[in-house]
């Protein structure tokens, strides 16, 4: 099993630009979500869903979209860039929402 | 708002010696508790984690971790570091739906 992956792993934008960071897993995991994480601030959660067709707000949401068409692809999108949202995301998933299985990141540095 | 709070935010130690790293969270009810570790440029890993039962739980590499419910706290505790151990480590707690994380310790370990 690949676990979960992300693509891309480094991302240049500039202001205004929009992307979508992708998530995949192959563990058959209902629940994934998207963490950001920036220095002294841990990780915080953007987007989370328990399943296919259902995603709720985590405590960041703002600034980012989020859908889940099937279980295995969970993508986060930025629609304007903002500096602000310079930060490594992390994606994530587990089997009923507690012993999450994180992937490698991506670092995005929004200009 | 339910929170997770670690005190120490940077921690060195010299190698051998004793580590107790700090966590509290603020929830009502049933919460199930995390400890994950992050290595200097890697992703998360999972250290350790509460459900229920033993309030004394054991992870990988030495490390064990203490539920106190009176307290609110569950401290990670490992009785020898060792130079390897230098990462970030970040406490979570789960509950409905959410896994949410402290701002992290950073602990470095110098031979």
């Known amino acids: 099993n690949a676990g979960v992956t992300q693509t891309p792993k480094f991302q240049v934008l500039k202001t205004g630009q929009s992307m979508t960071l992708q998530c995949a897993q192959d563990?058959?995991?209902?629940?994934m979500s998207w963490y950001r994480q920036d220095p002294g601030m841990g990780l915080r959660l953007i987007h989370y869903?328990?399943?296919?067709?259902?995603?709720d707000q985590g405590e960041v949401p703002n600034g980012y979209n989020v859908s889940r068409s099937t279980t295995e692809d969970f993508p986060l999108r930025l629609l304007s860039a903002a500096p602000s949202q310079t930060s490594v995301y992390f994606c994530?998933?587990?089997?009923?929402?507690?012993?999450?299985?994180f992937g490698p990141g991506t670092r995005l540095l929004v200009l | 708002a339910q929170s997770v709070s670690q005190h120490n935010h940077h921690v060195i130690l010299s190698e051998a010696a004793s580590l107790e790293l700090g966590c509290n969270y603020s929830?009502?009810?049933?919460?199930?508790l995390f400890w994950y570790v992050q290595y200097p440029g890697q992703h998360l890993q999972l250290l350790l984690k509460?459900?229920?039962?033993?309030?004394l739980v054991k992870g990988i590499k030495g490390f064990e971790a203490e539920f106190i419910k009176s307290k609110f706290s569950f401290n990670l505790r490992k009785p020898s570091v060792q130079w390897s151990d230098t990462a970030e480590y970040f406490c979570?707690?789960?509950?409905?739906?959410?896994?949410?994380f402290g701002t992290g310790t950073r602990l470095q370990v110098f031979p």
């Open positions: 994530a998933s587990s089997y009923g929402g507690k012993t999450q299985y």
């Open positions: 563990m058959n995991h209902e629940y």
């Open positions: 869903s328990v399943g296919a067709g259902i995603t």
């Open positions: 929830y009502g009810g049933t919460v199930n």
């Open positions: 509460y459900f229920s039962g033993d309030p």
């Open positions: 979570a707690a789960h509950n409905t739906d959410k896994l949410i």
